[in-house]
């Protein structure tokens, strides 16, 4: 009764800052899926052209996404809704049973609780709770990516790399972990990668060739869709130099931080290629830092490295220090507090702690570790 009434205690306080997080989002994205979809599979209309009345916001993912999202054209939003934030807890359930079950039967805390205790925790995060809000296909895509990489990659599958070309083919960030293939040199799961994001590519061009040329030719280049780079919620390299003093010269400081972060980043990786759940994690990180534009729910592809940190209480009380302290931050709401609030110096600090904390991550996210791999408890899951 009492692991009970804890378990429902935790997700009670999770769901309470779902719902403050709602008031704020009202399932935004949600709402510029549906009604871009609708305008296009129903009304006939080109996606790239519509925008959500009174935004700036449309469509900004590939065809081969919005052929995924069909459906919604015929389905009313509150069911859209519903349905991705069912998802969305789903995925987190999974990502936490894969990253941290391993270790938490380990310990020898077996059973439902630790992991739905787990699960709350991950619920409470930020990112996630912005995915839920923000009604976000976030965690599908990181399910979808760290299983092809912790049961496929990781077990050297021949179908390894199919989740990653799919997720990279409706959305382009994952496309990073492409990157992972070549450095870490698994050329038969790049190969398999690079094709299955090739072929639903091409078979949304033949479809739909119109949007197809609309989107790789004028779209994807269009920064004005997707908003302005030095918005708060924007915690990337990019949105950190966007917030500084560096105006005219903003683009060529972010082009050598990007390369000296890519560099660093395939350096740990490739001295620990077997790791995959450590270059899962790093390269999420990776990920968040580099593309022009990480919102905040996009950050989710942090929780990999943080799971890894947190798993280092017995061992490693630094990492594990990072993994906490960057959570309990990330799931504050406290980078918020500077988005009409004091200015530099403190601001450099409060405006960029997702950034910061992500470069902290590059640096110490354990690589090469038992618990960063677990590999042979990972392997019972499937088994």
């Not at 009313?76 to 990253?99: D, K, Q, R, S």
């Not at 061009?205 to 708060?232: E, H, K, M, Y």
């Not at 918020?336 to 601001?347: D, I, S």
Request: charged share 15%; aromatic share 14%; net charge positive.
């Amino acid at each position: 009764m009492k692991r009970i009434a804890t378990v429902f205690g935790l997700f009670s306080v999770a769901v309470a800052l779902i719902v403050i997080s709602g008031l704020r989002n009202e399932f935004f994205d949600s709402k510029v899926y549906h009604g871009a979809v609708q305008y296009w599979f129903r009304d006939g209309g080109m996606v790239y052209d519509w925008l959500r009345p009174g935004t700036p916001y449309g469509f900004t993912y590939p065809p081969f996404a919005g052929l995924v999202m069909a459906p919604m054209a015929w389905l009313p939003l509150p069911l859209v809704v519903a349905l991705a934030t069912i998802g969305t807890m789903v995925t987190v359930a999974l990502l936490v049973h894969w990253m941290a079950g391993p270790y938490l039967r380990s310990k020898g805390w077996t059973g439902w609780f630790p992991l739905a205790g787990a699960f709350c925790f991950a619920l409470a995060f930020e990112p996630v709770r912005e995915t839920i809000t923000f009604g976000q296909v976030n965690t599908l895509l990181l399910a979808v990516v760290a299983f092809d990489m912790l049961f496929g990659v990781g077990r050297d599958r021949k179908w390894a790399g199919i989740g990653i070309g799919l997720a990279t083919a409706i959305k382009l960030t994952p496309g990073v972990f492409i990157l992972y293939l070549v450095v870490t040199r698994r050329w038969r799961a790049l190969f398999t990668a690079i094709g299955a994001a090739t072929a639903v590519t091409l078979l949304a061009g033949a479809i739909f060739p119109d949007q197809s040329r609309v989107f790789w030719t004028s779209a994807l280049w269009d920064t004005n869709r997707v908003g302005v780079l030095s918005f708060l919620s924007n915690q990337s390299l990019r949105g950190m130099l966007a917030r500084g003093p560096f105006d005219t010269v903003e683009s060529t400081v972010w082009l050598v931080v990007a390369l000296a972060t890519l560099g660093f980043w395939a350096w740990r990786v490739a001295r620990t290629p077997e790791d995959v759940a450590g270059g899962l994690a790093l390269t999420g990180v990776l990920g968040c830092l580099l593309s022009p534009v990480t919102w905040v729910h996009h950050c989710v592809w942090l929780m990999p490295a943080l799971i890894l940190c947190l798993k280092l209480y017995d061992t490693d009380r630094r990492r594990f220090w990072l993994g906490a302290s960057a959570y309990v931050l990330m799931t504050s709401h406290a980078t918020w507090l500077w988005e009409t609030g004091p200015r530099p110096p403190l601001a450099v600090v409060g405006s960029n702690i997702y950034v910061l904390f992500s470069l902290a991550l590059l640096v110490w996210t354990p690589l090469g570790t038992s618990r960063s791999s677990d590999v042979h408890e990972r392997d019972k899951i499937l088994a």
